[in-house]
């Protein structure tokens, strides 16, 4: 995290006023001090930043459609598991039918 950041962080979590903030860092309005202080929690972990509508799309996982092979086997991307599905290598898993989907669950 950037020196600046967690100055601001802290000043604030002292209980600094604004206009003592803003001298000492050198900042000009107070929507300049909201947003370098918003970005600075974002920074640190404290608060998740405010995604738009483009980045959750890309964010979500996206439905493929995936082909059996002449062995009977599905392949299933890195990307897709490990990625956006949260496996690692070694997992374990169940399988079961239920109408006409596959459900795979991870055992313990």
């Keep these: 995290m950037k020196a600046e950041a967690k100055r601001i ?7 600094a006023p604004d206009g003592e903030i803003m001298k000492e ?4 309005t107070k929507a300049s001090l ?3 202080y918003y970005d600075a929690l974002v920074e640190a972990g404290k608060i998740k930043d405010i995604m738009t509508e483009r980045e959750l799309k ?5 439905r493929r459609a995936l082909t059996i092979g002449k ?7 890195n990307s897709l598991l490990i990625d956006q599905l ?6 374990k898993f169940t399988v079961a039918k239920r109408r006409t989907s596959i459900i795979l669950r991870k055992t313990e």
């Design 58 to 62: 890309k964010a979500a996982p996206k």
């Design 34 to 36: 909201k947003k370098m």
């Design 71 to 77: 062995r009977g086997t599905i392949l299933l991307s």
């Design 86 to 91: 949260g496996f690692k290598q070694g997992d």
């Design 25 to 28: 860092l050198g900042i000009q």
């Design 9 to 15: 962080i802290d000043m604030v979590r002292k209980g």
